[in-house]
C-alpha cells in the first residue's frame, strides 16, 4: 500500500519561509509527477507546483516566492516558500504519480498540511 505522509505547515508571519516535506512509502516501483496543490476555505484546490523528470511548473501566484525539489532516492518532494502572504494560507496537499509494484500508475494524494500565514 503506498502512503504519501506530509510534514513541515504551521503559522508564519507575513513574509515569512516555511519548507514543507512529503515522503511516499510502501510497495513503489516507479515514482513519475510529484506535486503540490492547496485548498483554502471555501475554495477549489488549486495546483501550486509540480516536477517530473527535472522539470518543474508553478502557479503564477507563487512563481519567485515558492521553489519545489526532489530528492528521487528519499521518494520525497520538498516545497521552499519565501514570502508569505495571507491569501497563502491553505492546506497543502501532497499529490503523486505512483506505480505500485504489480499494478499501473495512479494518483495518490496526502493528507494535508495547514499552513497558516498571519501576523
Known amino acids: 500500500q503506498v502512503r504519501l505522509v506530509e510534514s513541515g505547515g504551521g503559522l508564519v508571519q507575513p513574509g515569512g519561509s516555511l519548507g514543507l516535506s512529503c515522503a511516499a512509502s510502501g510497495s513503489i516501483f516507479s515514482i513519475n509527477v510529484m506535486g503540490w496543490y492547496r485548498q483554502a476555505p471555501g475554495k477549489q484546490r488549486e495546483l501550486v507546483a509540480i516536477?517530473?523528470?527535472?522539470?518543474?511548473n508553478y502557479a503564477d501566484s507563487v512563481k519567485g516566492r515558492f521553489t519545489i525539489s526532489r530528492d528521487n532516492a528519499k521518494n520525497t518532494v520538498y516545497l521552499q516558500m519565501n514570502g508569505l502572504k495571507p491569501e497563502d494560507t491553505a492546506v497543502y496537499y501532497c499529490n503523486g504519480e505512483i506505480q505500485p509494484i504489480g499494478t499501473y500508475y495512479r494518483w495518490y494524494w496526502g493528507q494535508g498540511t495547514q499552513v497558516t500565514v498571519s501576523s
Open positions: 516536477t517530473s523528470g527535472g522539470s518543474t
